[in-house]
């Protein structure tokens, strides 16, 4: 189960298959069935999550029982509640699988992997500053994008999503109504846009 992990770290974080072959004693995986939460509103998130194979979701629910949908972990993302997992602080988020999910549920002895491979220490710094880059860029197109280009965004962030998820999870992603995201596709479409 942990060859897309293996890749990831080996092609990605520049990890040696003797480094990798210490590490994997400590993982654990975990087949996750849809619908199942990983996280929920309240408690302290122990993991990071790294899909091998399904759909994860990260949102909060507001105080009139809306959910927003904060980010989405189709396979070889990671999903965590960083603040929650770091400062050790219950978490303001729910994380569930919207498909059945393969994980590897990545703990502090994984994050620990920093201190022995330079080479990974360099890649997980290049991702935090990328997680801080993705969240800016999410703000600003919350708070200033039309509804076409929110869309347009999401279409290249996720690419394959359109036809996974709900137009309605798809809505909540973006802050529109699902009314204005099929509003937003129709226009796209007249346009001959195609998603995929």
Not at 138 to 155: D, G, P, T, W
Request: some cysteine; hydrophobic content about 40%; glycine content about 4%.
């Amino acid at each position: 189960m942990l060859e897309k992990f293996k890749s990831y770290l080996v092609d990605k974080g520049g990890i040696t298959e003797a480094e990798f072959q210490e590490l994997a004693p400590v993982l654990q995986t975990k087949t996750i069935d849809k619908g199942t939460y990983l996280l929920r509103e309240g408690e302290v998130c122990k993991y990071a999550f790294f899909v091998e194979q399904g759909l994860l979701r990260s949102f909060s629910i507001d105080q009139a029982g809306k959910e927003h949908i904060i980010q989405f972990a189709p396979e070889n993302w990671i999903m965590s509640d960083i603040s929650s997992n770091f400062f050790n602080e219950s978490s303001d988020f729910f994380i569930e699988a919207i498909e059945n999910t393969e994980v590897v549920l990545l703990d502090k002895t994984f994050f620990n992997l920093s201190d022995k491979s330079s080479s990974y220490r360099k890649y997980n710094e290049l991702l935090l500053q990328n997680h801080i880059r993705h969240l800016q860029k999410r703000v600003n197109l919350l708070l200033s994008a039309s509804a076409e280009k929110r869309y347009l965004n999401f279409i290249q962030l996720y690419p394959d999503l359109t036809l996974r998820v709900s137009q309605w999870m798809i809505a909540s992603y973006l802050g529109i109504t699902p009314e204005s995201l099929s509003r937003v596709r129709k226009e796209l479409a007249t346009k001959n846009f195609k998603p995929n």
